[in-house]
């Protein structure tokens, strides 16, 4: 009899919702595939929170899918931000979009007072693309490819982040962006590895952890070592790392959480990982998202920051020797 009321009253519930999403205009909701794309959290982020947090609130189209208004996709961003910056989402999940924004913006005076960085959000802005190729060219030789991810890239990707958030960017803005980054970080990691020797990393993400840029990031880092990088790309399953880790006789396997992946799941994969490796291969794991976990895992090396990746780099060959 129970199971009958509660059905009943999830019926009650998608009914309600399919009529409240009648009311509201089509094109002031998006599927949740389309808000995937549009902040980088995944349809199971999104479940999850639904479940956890009782936001977003979803409402239902006349086929029973979920389809979300742009005030709840506008505090999504704002979320998806924060966490970029180090914020757990059960802290702010419940805050107003104003109280998000303002924690959003509030740390962003060092970025404003960068004039490089400000010159390329206002390419950006301008849609000048040939501008902005550029001048990410001129920075990368100027600095060099490791200043050039550490001093540009990384809080240049958090700036344009931000102002997307603040509304000052379109989706396609901030994509014309990471487009630009990956193209030239990739041209730069190509004429860098050619002269790389041990470690042998592997590099690439679990499923629905779809997030490449920071895999670039980390893979131009190593590059400048001397390590050779094997990428996979993201969203790989757990036993094909393994098996491919094995096939390229991978010293390392390393792997990038962004702020949207789930601590718990990040943890408990990486366990899962670590055993099915061989002891000899090395664990890494880096990104927003380790950044967040409070607990050591045993047998994985959580890299908080870029930085350390030198240092991690010469002691695996203090150990097993240059290669």
Same mark, same amino acid.
């Given at each position: 009899?129970?199971?009958?009321?509660?059905?009943?009253?999830?019926?009650?519930?998608?009914?309600?919702?399919?009529?409240?999403?009648?009311?509201?205009?089509?094109?002031?909701? !998006?599927?949740?595939?389309? &808000? =995937?794309?549009?902040?980088? #959290?995944?349809?199971? /982020?999104?479940?999850? *929170?639904? %479940?956890?947090?009782?936001?977003?609130?979803?409402?239902?189209?006349?086929?029973?899918?979920?389809?979300?208004?742009?005030?709840?996709?506008?505090?999504?961003?704002?979320?998806?931000?924060?966490?970029?910056?180090?914020?757990?989402?059960?802290?702010?999940?419940?805050?107003?979009?104003?109280?998000?924004?303002?924690?959003?913006?509030?740390?962003?005076?060092?970025?404003?007072?960068?004039?490089?960085?400000?010159?390329?959000?206002?390419?950006?802005?301008?849609?000048?693309?040939?501008?902005?190729?550029?001048?990410?060219?001129?920075?990368?030789?100027?600095?060099? !490819?490791?200043?050039?991810? &550490? =001093?540009?890239?990384?809080? #240049?990707?958090?700036? /344009?982040?931000?102002? *997307?958030? %603040?509304?000052?960017?379109?989706?396609?803005?901030?994509?014309?962006?990471?487009?630009?980054?990956?193209?030239?970080?990739?041209?730069?990691?190509?004429?860098?590895?050619?002269?790389?020797?041990?470690?042998?990393?592997?590099?690439?993400?679990?499923?629905?952890?779809?997030?490449?840029?920071?895999?670039?990031?980390?893979?131009?880092?190593?590059?400048?070592?001397?390590?050779?990088?094997?990428?996979?790309?993201?969203?790989?399953?757990?036993?094909?790392?393994?098996?491919?880790?094995?096939?390229?006789?991978?010293?390392?396997?390393?792997?990038?959480?962004?702020?949207?992946?789930?601590?718990?799941?990040?943890?408990?994969?990486?366990?899962?990982?670590?055993?099915?490796?061989?002891?000899?291969?090395?664990?890494?794991?880096?990104?927003?998202?380790?950044?967040?976990?409070?607990?050591?895992?045993?047998?994985?090396?959580?890299?908080?920051?870029?930085?350390?990746?030198?240092?991690?780099?010469?002691?695996?060959?203090?150990?097993?020797?240059?290669?």
């Amino acid at each position: 009899m129970e199971k009958t009321d509660t059905s009943s009253r999830n019926s009650g519930l998608r009914q309600a919702s399919a009529v409240s999403a009648a009311v509201l205009p089509a094109e002031s909701m !998006l599927s949740i595939s389309a &808000v =995937e794309r549009d902040t980088g #959290l995944s349809k199971d /982020v999104l479940r999850m *929170w639904e %479940r956890r947090y009782r936001f977003p609130s979803p409402l239902r189209d006349k086929h029973g899918e979920r389809i979300y208004p742009h005030d709840q996709i506008a505090k999504l961003r704002a979320v998806k931000r924060l966490m970029d910056r180090g914020y757990r989402p059960g802290k702010i999940i419940g805050l107003h979009l104003d109280d998000l924004n303002a924690l959003g913006t509030a740390p962003a005076g060092a970025l404003e007072h960068s004039t490089e960085i400000q010159e390329v959000l206002s390419l950006i802005r301008g849609h000048q693309l040939q501008e902005l190729r550029q001048r990410l060219n001129q920075m990368l030789m100027k600095q060099g !490819l490791l200043r050039f991810v &550490v =001093e540009t890239v990384a809080p #240049l990707t958090t700036a /344009v982040g931000e102002a *997307w958030v %603040r509304g000052e960017f379109a989706v396609f803005e901030e994509h014309l962006y990471t487009e630009q980054i990956q193209g030239l970080l990739r041209n730069a990691i190509t004429s860098a590895q050619a002269h790389s020797t041990a470690p042998r990393v592997l590099l690439t993400s679990f499923p629905t952890e779809p997030h490449n840029l920071g895999l670039l990031m980390v893979e131009a880092a190593l590059v400048v070592e001397g390590a050779t990088c094997i990428p996979l790309g993201t969203e790989t399953p757990a036993p094909e790392i393994v098996r491919a880790a094995s096939a390229h006789r991978a010293d390392i396997v390393a792997l990038s959480f962004s702020a949207a992946f789930p601590e718990r799941l990040a943890a408990s994969g990486l366990r899962d990982l670590r055993l099915a490796l061989p002891r000899n291969v090395e664990l890494w794991a880096g990104g927003s998202c380790v950044r967040r976990l409070r607990k050591a895992i045993e047998g994985v090396a959580l890299v908080r920051s870029l930085d350390q990746l030198g240092s991690m780099v010469a002691d695996w060959r203090a150990v097993h020797g240059p290669g």
